[in-house]
Each structure stands twice: as C-alpha cells, then as structure tokens.
C-alpha cells in the first residue's frame, strides 16, 4: 500500500509539499518530521489505472 504524505506549513497547515511512499517508509519519515517538530498529513494514495 502506498501513501502521500503532505509537510504542513506551521503557520496555517496548508500543505507545502507532498510526496507519495509506500508503507515501509512512514514510519521512518514520521520520526524524522516528530524529530524537529513538523507537521504531517497522511493519507492513502489514490491508486492510478493502468
């Protein structure tokens, strides 16, 4: 499964960027945003048609 997750600015929330990860690598990128304070917002991506 694969997921996007989206850096929030942290005056507003709005996102700043996004990149899209597959489940191995949340929870890496989690502790590194938990690291220095910085908001996530994570979602299931949509899966593209082929």
């Known amino acids: 499964m694969r997921f996007e997750i ?5 005056v507003d ?3 700043v960027d ?3 990860v597959d489940a191995a690598s ?3 990128i989690v502790q ?3 690291a220095i304070g910085q ?4 979602r299931p991506a ?3 048609a082929s």
């Open 46 to 48: 949509e899966s593209s």
């Open 13 to 15: 929330g709005t996102p």
């Open 26 to 28: 949340v929870n890496r």
């Open 6 to 10: 989206m850096r929030l600015d942290d």
């Open 32 to 34: 590194q945003a938990a």
């Open 39 to 42: 908001r996530l917002w994570i």
């Open 18 to 20: 996004s990149t899209v």
